[in-house]
């Protein structure tokens, strides 16, 4: 099914299966297109963010389960509270598994790791459809789910264009100034290999 997400600017994407079907205003799209189901979200689309700190996020830290909250808190423990934890297989993948749907809570749809050596983790990884990429040095900066928190230069995926890989988010401010400002947890949805993989409720 043809879907055609439009932000509150006019800007649109069509996306059809994973990739990306055409780029335009949602005018054009929508006349291009008149039976694919449209989706309009508040903010602006932009392309999805690359969050610099992939490996410090998901194999050197822990995302408590909502249900450890009054023993853990809610965010990532590292050092000597992850020591402490003695995590075994079974909730290391679930920890990464939760670490990437916040992730993509906060409009990211790639991470740069080194390359991830707990298999628990790089197989929770890889299902969740989280694109990794490479990385020749560990950046600067404090790992922070949301990249514009980090200290560093965000980066984004490349902009959507027709036939490439949709992979876009939607952020509820009026440009992107103000998203830098306000920062990634301003994301109202999150677009990865063509599926939606995160709306605010």
Do not use: K
């Not at 990739?19 to 005018?27: H, P």
């Not at 390359?115 to 990884?125: E, I, M, S, T």
């Amino acid at each position: 099914m043809l879907t055609i997400h439009a932000d509150s600017r006019g800007d649109a994407v069509a996306v059809e299966g994973e990739l990306v079907a055409a780029v335009g205003s949602l005018e054009e799209l929508a006349a291009g297109y008149p039976h694919a189901r449209v989706r309009t979200w508040p903010g602006i689309l932009t392309p999805g963010l690359v969050n610099a700190h992939g490996t410090e996020l998901l194999e050197e830290a822990y995302h408590p389960d909502p249900r450890e909250a009054d023993d853990l808190g809610t965010e990532p423990l590292t050092g000597d509270a992850l020591i402490a934890l003695a995590l075994d297989d079974t909730r290391w993948g679930a920890s990464a598994r939760r670490g990437v749907q916040r992730m993509l809570a906060h409009g990211t749809v790639a991470a740069a790791c080194d390359p991830l050596r707990n298999r628990a983790v790089r197989d929770a990884v890889q299902r969740t459809g989280l694109v990794v990429t490479g990385r020749a040095r560990r950046p600067a900066g404090i790992p922070s789910l949301d990249p514009f928190a980090a200290g560093v230069a965000v980066a984004s995926v490349p902009a959507p264009v027709r036939g490439s890989a949709a992979r876009f988010a939607v952020f509820d401010v009026r440009d992107e100034a103000e998203l830098a400002e306000r920062g990634a947890g301003t994301c109202v949805a999150t677009v990865l290999a063509g599926r939606l993989v995160f709306r605010r409720r």
